[in-house]
Antibody, heavy 118, light 111 residues
């Protein structure tokens, strides 16, 4: 059973960089065949895809966030990470990591709330 | 960018009655490999989203057969044949042919 767990600060100051890590258990990122995704949900709103990474390191980002987003992978730790720079209050959201197989997202983390506030 | 538009945005259904949600994409989701990359997810209150339907009409493992998906090209529909109390939540369609885009979500509640 694959499990994903997000971790990182729950509070980030405006203009700083939001950093989250997703730890995968029950399956290996380096086995291939999946994209490892970040998706967020603003409070009371819908889902917004942020981007994903393949185990090889290839990345794909939402064009609306591309200039501020970096997703990386550490196969030795079976983790992948999200960095979002120059955050504002509009980046306050629940951030989910997930496993994506051509759109078939079968495993999700529980989500972590990140609040941007001074 | 592909835009996904769902209707209605909310739905109140009597238990045992059917429900239907429409999803339209701004571009065809039919890939050259013959597959159509349209998915349906349900987010129950307080939970992470869960996959219901993949590639338009295939039910994911464990999904009850009262859920069905149909459509082609740019027009898609999710149907619940007989709504149960546990079906409450927000339903999202999502395209997977070019990056990923979710619909706005349709909130389903029980009357």
């Amino acid at each position: 059973q694959v499990q994903l767990q997000e971790s990182g600060p729950g509070l980030v100051k405006p203009s700083q960089t939001l950093s989250l890590t997703c730890t995968v258990s029950g399956g290996s990122i380096s086995s291939g065949g999946y994209y490892w995704s970040w998706i967020r949900q603003h409070p009371g709103k819908g889902l917004e895809w942020i981007g994903y990474i393949y185990y090889s390191g290839s990345t794909y980002y939402n064009p609306s966030l591309k200039s501020r987003v970096t997703i990386s992978v550490d196969t030795s730790k079976n983790q992948f990470s999200l960095k979002l720079s120059s955050v504002t209050a509009a980046d306050t959201a629940v951030y989910y990591c997930a496993r994506d197989n051509w759109g078939l997202i079968d495993y999700w983390g529980q989500g972590t709330l990140v609040t941007v506030s001074s | 960018d592909i835009v996904m538009t769902q209707t209605p945005l909310s739905l109140s259904v009597t238990p045992g009655q059917p429900a239907s949600i429409s999803c339209k994409s701004s571009q065809s989701l039919l890939h050259s490999d013959g597959k159509t990359y349209l998915y349906w997810y349900l987010q129950k209150p307080g939970q992470s989203p869960q996959l219901l339907i993949y590639e338009v009409s295939s039910r994911f493992s464990g999904v009850p057969d009262r859920f069905s998906g149909s459509g082609s090209g740019t027009d898609f529909t999710l149907k619940i044949s007989r709504v149960e109390a546990e079906d409450v939540g927000v339903y999202y369609c999502m395209q997977g042919i070019h990056l990923r885009t979710f619909g706005q979500g349709t909130k389903v509640e029980i009357k």
